[in-house]
Each structure stands twice: as structure tokens, then as C-alpha cells.
């Protein structure tokens, strides 16, 4: 028998610029595909946007949008695979 991957790629609508916001409406997304799939994808700046203030918004690999992906990616044994805007060199 096969082994096989799910996959689920995830919508949101974004509130521009507050990441807040953003991770508690992924979270509940993500509880509603807990024990369903392997990998969930996410849009591109999901946690913020696209914005003009990537200084102001960038965060470094142990901050919260990290932190909650960790986290949630933990409690739901799935990988998650999105981007958001890094510090550059983690400083």
C-alpha cells in the first residue's frame, strides 16, 4: 500500500498589516484541519500582508508568527509552509 501525503492549501483574508489578527483566524483554520492532512500551505505574507513597511513588520525567527506556526504545527502533528517578512540577519 502507498503512503500518501495530504495536502491542504489554506485562504484567508488578510487584515492588512495586523499580524494579530491574522494568527488567531489561521489558528482557527488550522483546528479545523487538525487529523486531516500532512502539510498545510499558506498565502504568501500571511501574517501581514504585502506592505511598503517591512521594516516596521519584520520579525526575527523566534518571534511570535513563528513561535505560534511552531507551536501549532506541534499540537496538530502537520508541517505548515508559509512566508513572512524576516529580519534580516535575525537582528
Known amino acids: 500500500m502507498e503512503a500518501l501525503l495530504k495536502i491542504s492549501v489554506v485562504q484567508t483574508d488578510i487584515v492588512w498589516e495586523d499580524k494579530q489578527a491574522n494568527l488567531r483566524y489561521l489558528c482557527e483554520k488550522l ?13 504568501e505574507m500571511f501574517s501581514t500582508g504585502f506592505s511598503m513597511e517591512s521594516r516596521l513588520l519584520a520579525e526575527s525567527v523566534s518571534g511570535n508568527t513563528i513561535t505560534t506556526l511552531k507551536e501549532q504545527a506541534s499540537y496538530h502533528r502537520f508541517a505548515i509552509a508559509g512566508s513572512y517578512i524576516a529580519m534580516e540577519n535575525d537582528a
Open 31 to 43: 483546528n479545523q484541519l487538525s487529523g486531516k492532512t500532512d502539510l498545510v500551505v499558506l498565502p
